[in-house]
């Protein structure tokens, strides 16, 4: 809106925030389109100098605050850090602001990735900012901005502490911005900001910049979900086809069958609402459906469209050798890319996922069959999300999507500026129905919680560089503390709560002769006295029982004492365990009748005599079970009922309560049934009461005891030593140990201080490397490793320290270090050696092969934590250990090429 339409009274306000804001009305009036009143708010909150956390929908703006501090730290001469949560959001937010400010003030670091670290302006990944603080590193001088992008990725339960560390560890002066999805307990979060980094405030915005519109696909058919009259309501319409459909099916015998995802793009693109992102929760799903798309003949572009994307693509990986291209799948990709289509998920090569993302973001490719990784914090709108399903595998099992997993998938539809709506369209199956759908659509709850907990080279880093002491304060400062306190207030309160009550029913429960509630005391140990003695009573009948079975031949008259089958009888034979069904005992009872008894059913079987039987005794012939029973009952006649050995034995605790109770003065009260209710009410909400204040004791510096757990094993290792003054110190152990940032850091550090990892040679070593951090998907399949008998040994060797480790966390209660996996060692290995993409991509066995994206992952993160390993062994005054830096720096050079080097 320009200052002519403006009114008087609105010019004047402008004027006047502009005076007070120059910096924001100069960023402002070059933004390409008008802030909103929340992007106004937290600027202008930046610019008056405090920390800002913003919270709102995906695609609403929110890196318009940051890139606002960016513009504040160059116009004051200082610095400014923009951190993300991965490296290709990283990659990304650096091309943008280089483009804006200048290559020559923007930097990039991601571990492995440094350019121009020492810019004024520099995008790093979390852990790189957590490192360099824990490094004292003299690039954190003169820094005055540090923009937490995606800050809600505290939560991720591997990754969550760096947020949390780098947020209470950083200098007072920084000036820390907040950006977060939206999630419900926004406050909460602002709040534990605003304790640990004092003025902080806290913004939220719920309202969409392009308002999202919700469908279901039925068959062919787009309905709407929501009645057009009444949104609260569901569409009659779409009720009215399901109803039609389900009649179908059943009518023509027909189970669900495969979604025909060409005729759902189809169906899309006839009603314009193409661009979109169509997710499917699975990485071959995603392929097929290109592939579906491909096959079928659609093609959602023109020649000349087609013509532009194969140019770009074959630009975009020229540099990589043909032979890995092939290997990968890349005629089959590009010719998805030319026709509009193209799978993205973590499966693929970074390079190819780059393309996708360019692609679909000028236009060309149209529709993208993606995994939810991509909800994850990459730039990338469409005008429509599709939902294929509403259930997806956690790892563990298969799912139901959460209300703000619906909320952030779907968050990408509506692109700001280009699209006046989005649509979310869910695709209809019988195994859910629309109120599901209107459920997941409408209820906002997308909570915060924190995955804080310490580490060993937390633990380390953080007694190394302020001792114990501050190691506890930045523990108890942490969110997860902030949180569990408040859970503890809570129940807290529900205890007191409950204590009034139980003080109430004290009340009620009063007797004018004694005290009620001790004489119902005694009533309910008495109770637990007997019972307890009943049940030890009947597991020695049980035994006692299991020593008669065993024993039981053929002939054996006996007493069963239990069942409907109560009575004399006689045994006849045992029958064979059977599948659902355990061993069962056959008996000919005195009526003619032969059955089977189970024997977890048989309580109390007594032994009393024998009869005679032939040898040739056929339980089916009905003359034969009439002679047996005859025999049976002649034998019983006048037989009194057989009892076990020693009886029941008096217990002196039950008969001296038992006079106990009768002598209390309230056990002749006749008001003892009314008192009696009050008492049994008492008791409950005392239970209940004692059941709460436990649960608070238990969160009350629960962190606190976690971290004496970890320095608990850290002393048990030598790698903290206790001083005489309380604190203590850090070992030469520890301080290898300060170098490892790794979720195996303390196995790592265990195998390079006892020189387990020295004399191999780089490939053996890379090899070695990689069992300590991959993490299967799926169950791990005993890979062969037909490498040098140096690595098996090495590994065995390995393993007697992860087991030692092991056993230490055990003892604590913990689940720190995970057991190496050799599944990647040998593609590993044979890459390292120099060996191609494809044969390295073969070298898996067993069914299920790694895509080219996972493998190069997984080289990575090997590579990354060679480059530490080869850091911490040059801190080891051997020779062993500095022939094993070369050799960790030699191998990291030796994997660092072709598709693993293009990132």
Same mark, same amino acid.
């Given at each position: 809106?320009?200052? $002519? #339409?403006?009114?008087?009274?609105?010019?004047?306000?402008?004027?006047?925030?502009? @005076?007070?804001?120059?910096?924001?009305?100069?960023?402002?009036?070059?933004?390409?389109?008008?802030?909103?009143?929340?992007?106004?708010?937290?600027?202008?909150?930046?610019?008056?100098?405090?920390?800002?956390?913003?919270?709102?929908?995906?695609?609403?703006?929110?890196?318009?605050?940051?890139?606002? +501090?960016?513009?504040?730290?160059?116009?004051?001469? !200082?610095?400014?850090?923009?951190?993300?949560?991965?490296?290709?959001?990283?990659?990304?937010?650096?091309?943008?602001?280089?483009?804006?400010?200048?290559?020559?003030?923007?930097?990039?670091?991601?571990?492995?990735?440094?350019?121009?670290?020492?810019?004024?302006?520099?995008?790093?990944?979390?852990?790189?900012?957590?490192?360099?603080?824990?490094?004292?590193?003299?690039?954190?001088?003169?820094?005055?901005?540090?923009?937490?992008?995606?800050?809600? &990725?505290?939560?991720?339960?591997?990754?969550?502490?760096?947020?949390?560390?780098?947020?209470?560890?950083?200098?007072?002066?920084?000036?820390?911005?907040?950006?977060?999805?939206?999630?419900?307990?926004?406050?909460?979060?602002?709040?534990?900001?605003?304790?640990?980094?004092?003025?902080?405030? %806290?913004?939220?915005?719920?309202?969409?910049?392009?308002?999202?519109?919700?469908?279901?696909?039925?068959?062919?058919?787009?309905?709407?979900?929501?009645?057009?009259?009444?949104?609260?309501?569901?569409?009659?319409?779409?009720?009215?086809?399901?109803?039609?459909?389900?009649? !179908?099916?059943?009518?023509?015998?027909?189970?669900?069958?495969?979604?025909?995802?060409?005729?759902?793009?189809?169906?899309?693109?006839?009603?314009?609402?193409?661009?979109?992102?169509?997710?499917?929760?699975?990485?071959?799903?995603?392929?097929?459906?290109?592939?579906?798309?491909?096959?079928?003949?659609?093609?959602?572009?023109?020649?000349q469209e087609s013509d532009a994307i194969r140019e770009f693509a074959e630009g975009a990986t020229s540099h990589i050798d043909p032979a890995?291209?092939?290997?990968?799948?890349?005629?089959?990709?590009? $010719?998805?890319?030319?026709?509009?289509?193209?799978?993205?998920?973590?499966?693929?090569?970074?390079?190819?996922?780059?393309?996708?993302?360019?692609?679909?973001?000028?236009?060309?490719?149209?529709?993208?069959?993606?995994?939810?990784?991509?909800?994850?914090?990459?730039?990338?709108?469409?005008?429509?999300?599709?939902?294929?399903?509403?259930?997806?595998?956690?790892? %563990?099992?298969?799912?139901?999507?959460?209300?703000?997993?619906?909320?952030?998938?779907?968050?990408?539809?509506?692109?700001?500026?280009?699209?006046?709506?989005?649509?979310?369209?869910?695709?209809?199956?019988?195994?859910? +129905?629309?109120?599901?759908?209107?459920?997941?659509?409408?209820?906002?709850? *997308?909570?915060? $919680?924190?995955?804080?907990?310490?580490? *060993?080279?937390?633990?380390?880093?953080?007694?190394?560089?302020?001792?114990?002491?501050?190691?506890?304060?930045?523990?108890?400062?942490?969110?997860?503390?902030?949180?569990?306190?408040?859970?503890?207030?809570?129940?807290?309160?529900?205890? @007191?709560?409950?204590?009034?009550?139980?003080?109430?029913?004290?009340?009620?429960?009063?007797?004018?002769?004694?005290? *009620?509630?001790?004489? &119902?005391?005694?009533?309910?140990?008495?109770?637990?006295? #007997?019972?307890?003695?009943?049940?030890?009573?009947?597991?020695?009948?049980?035994?006692?029982?299991?020593?008669?079975? +065993?024993?039981?031949?053929?002939?054996?008259?006996?007493?069963?004492?239990?069942?409907?089958?109560?009575?004399?009888?006689?045994?006849?034979?045992?029958?064979?365990?059977?599948?659902?069904?355990?061993?069962?005992?056959?008996?000919?009872?005195?009526?003619?009748?032969?059955?089977?008894?189970?024997?977890?059913?048989?309580?109390?079987?007594?032994?009393?005599?024998?009869?005679?039987?032939?040898?040739?005794?056929?339980?089916?012939?009905?003359?034969? @079970?009439?002679?047996?029973?005859?025999?049976?009952?002649?034998?019983?006649?006048?037989?009194?009922?057989?009892?076990? @050995?020693?009886?029941?034995?008096? $217990?002196?605790?039950?008969? +001296?309560?038992?006079?106990?109770?009768?002598?209390?003065?309230?056990?002749?009260?006749?008001?003892?049934?009314?008192?009696?209710?009050?008492?049994?009410?008492?008791?409950?909400?005392?239970?209940?009461?004692?059941?709460?204040?436990?649960?608070?004791?238990?969160? #009350?510096?629960?962190?606190?005891?976690?971290?004496?757990?970890? =320095?608990?094993?850290?002393?048990?290792?030598?790698?903290?030593?206790?001083?005489?003054?309380?604190?203590?110190?850090? %070992?030469?152990?520890?301080?290898?140990?300060?170098?490892?940032?790794?979720?195996?850091?303390?196995?790592?550090?265990?195998?390079?201080?006892?020189?387990?990892?020295?004399?191999?040679?780089?490939?053996?070593?890379?090899?070695?490397?990689?069992?300590?951090? &991959?993490?299967? =998907?799926? #169950?791990?399949?005993? &890979?062969?490793?037909?490498?040098?008998?140096?690595?098996?040994?090495?590994?065995?060797?390995?393993?007697?320290?992860?087991?030692?480790?092991?056993?230490?966390? !055990?003892?604590?209660?913990?689940?720190?270090?995970? !057991?190496?996996?050799?599944?990647?060692?040998?593609?590993?290995?044979?890459?390292?050696?120099?060996?191609?993409?494809?044969?390295?991509?073969?070298?898996?066995?067993?069914?299920?092969?790694?895509?080219?994206?996972?493998?190069?992952?997984?080289?990575?993160?090997?590579?990354?934590?060679?480059?530490?390993?080869?850091?911490?062994?040059?801190?080891?005054?051997?020779?062993?250990?500095?022939?094993?830096?070369?050799?960790?720096?030699?191998?990291?050079?030796?994997?660092?090429?072709?598709?693993?080097?293009?990132?």
């Amino acid at each position: 809106m320009s200052s $002519d #339409e403006l009114s008087p009274a609105e010019r004047y306000a402008k004027h006047t925030d502009g @005076r007070r804001h120059p910096r924001l009305a100069a960023f402002a009036e070059a933004a390409p389109f008008p802030l909103d009143d929340f992007q106004l708010d937290a600027c202008r909150t930046l610019e008056e100098g405090h920390g800002v956390l913003v919270c709102a929908p995906t695609g609403a703006g929110k890196t318009i605050v940051g890139e606002f +501090s960016v513009d504040l730290a160059l116009e004051q001469g !200082r610095k400014c850090f923009y951190t993300t949560p991965i490296k290709a959001l990283s990659n990304q937010k650096f091309n943008d602001l280089a483009a804006v400010h200048g290559s020559e003030n923007v930097g990039l670091l991601t571990g492995d990735t440094v350019i121009n670290g020492e810019a004024p302006v520099v995008v790093m990944t979390t852990e790189v900012l957590r490192n360099m603080i824990y490094a004292g590193s003299p690039t954190l001088n003169n820094l005055g901005y540090v923009v937490m992008d995606e800050v809600h &990725y505290l939560a991720d339960r591997f990754r969550g502490a760096v947020w949390e560390e780098i947020i209470i560890e950083l200098p007072p002066a920084v000036t820390v911005v907040s950006l977060s999805a939206t999630v419900s307990n926004a406050e909460e979060f602002g709040a534990w900001l605003d304790s640990v980094r004092p003025t902080t405030k %806290t913004i939220v915005s719920e309202t969409r910049p392009v308002p999202l519109w919700q469908h279901m696909m039925v068959g062919n058919t787009l309905l709407d979900l929501f009645d057009a009259e009444d949104s609260k309501n569901l569409n009659p319409a779409l009720t009215k086809k399901i109803a039609q459909q389900k009649e !179908r099916e059943q009518r023509y015998h027909r189970r669900r069958r495969h979604v025909d995802r060409g005729r759902v793009v189809e169906r899309l693109d006839r009603a314009a609402l193409l661009p979109a992102i169509y997710f499917i929760f699975s990485r071959a799903g995603c392929d097929a459906a290109v592939d579906e798309c491909v096959r079928s003949g659609i093609s959602l572009t023109t020649p000349q469209e087609s013509d532009a994307i194969r140019e770009f693509a074959e630009g975009a990986t020229s540099h990589i050798d043909p032979a890995d291209l092939h290997a990968v799948g890349f005629n089959r990709w590009i $010719d998805g890319l030319a026709a509009g289509f193209a799978a993205h998920h973590a499966g693929l090569l970074p390079v190819f996922k780059e393309v996708v993302e360019q692609l679909f973001e000028r236009g060309l490719v149209k529709v993208v069959f993606a995994t939810e990784t991509l909800a994850l914090g990459i730039n990338m709108p469409a005008r429509t999300v599709v939902l294929e399903r509403l259930v997806k595998y956690d790892g %563990t099992d298969h799912v139901m999507l959460t209300p703000g997993q619906y909320t952030q998938l779907t968050g990408r539809a509506g692109r700001r500026g280009i699209d006046i709506e989005g649509h979310a369209v869910t695709l209809w199956s019988p195994d859910f +129905s629309p109120k599901i759908v209107a459920g997941l659509a409408t209820k906002r709850t *997308y909570p915060l $919680d924190s995955s804080f907990a310490p580490s *060993y080279n937390m633990a380390v880093n953080l007694i190394s560089t302020a001792g114990l002491r501050r190691a506890d304060e930045v523990l108890a400062s942490s969110f997860a503390q902030y949180q569990s306190d408040q859970h503890a207030v809570h129940i807290a309160e529900q205890a @007191r709560a409950l204590a009034r009550k139980s003080e109430l029913a004290s009340q009620e429960a009063s007797c004018d002769r004694g005290d *009620y509630l001790a004489y &119902y005391g005694l009533t309910k140990e008495l109770s637990r006295l #007997e019972k307890s003695n009943q049940k030890r009573r009947k597991g020695q009948l049980r035994d006692a029982m299991k020593a008669d079975m +065993s024993d039981l031949k053929r002939g054996d008259i006996v007493w069963l004492g239990a069942g409907r089958r109560s009575g004399w009888a006689v045994y006849l034979e045992h029958t064979r365990p059977r599948k659902n069904r355990g061993a069962e005992a056959i008996f000919l009872t005195t009526d003619s009748r032969a059955g089977a008894v189970p024997m977890k059913r048989l309580t109390d079987v007594l032994v009393d005599g024998k009869l005679k039987m032939k040898r040739n005794f056929r339980r089916h012939d009905a003359d034969q @079970r009439r002679d047996l029973a005859s025999a049976l009952r002649e034998a019983t006649r006048d037989r009194p009922r057989p009892t076990r @050995r020693g009886g029941r034995a008096n $217990d002196p605790k039950i008969d +001296s309560l038992r006079e106990e109770i009768r002598s209390h003065p309230c056990h002749s009260c006749p008001e003892s049934g009314r008192h009696a209710a009050h008492a049994a009410r008492w008791w409950k909400l005392h239970s209940e009461q004692q059941t709460m204040r436990k649960k608070a004791r238990k969160r #009350e510096n629960s962190l606190a005891r976690q971290f004496s757990d970890v =320095r608990g094993v850290l002393v048990g290792l030598d790698y903290l030593e206790p001083a005489e003054d309380g604190e203590v110190t850090v %070992t030469d152990r520890g301080r290898l140990l300060r170098n490892l940032f790794n979720e195996a850091d303390l196995l790592v550090a265990q195998c390079l201080h006892d020189g387990v990892w020295e004399g191999l040679d780089p490939s053996s070593l890379a090899a070695l490397a990689s069992t300590v951090m &991959y993490e299967a =998907r799926f #169950e791990e399949e005993d &890979y062969y490793i037909a490498t040098p008998g140096s690595i098996n040994e090495a590994l065995a060797a390995t393993m007697r320290r992860y087991e030692a480790i092991n056993r230490l966390e !055990r003892a604590r209660h913990m689940e720190l270090t995970a !057991r190496p996996q050799k599944g990647i060692a040998w593609p590993i290995y044979r890459w390292a050696r120099g060996e191609d993409l494809a044969d390295a991509l073969r070298s898996f066995e067993g069914p299920k092969a790694m895509p080219g994206g996972d493998f190069v992952r997984w080289t990575r993160r090997t590579l990354d934590l060679l480059h530490q390993v080869g850091d911490a062994a040059r801190t080891i005054d051997r020779p062993g250990a500095q022939d094993l830096a070369k050799c960790a720096f030699d191998a990291a050079d030796a994997m660092k090429r072709g598709v693993v080097a293009d990132m």
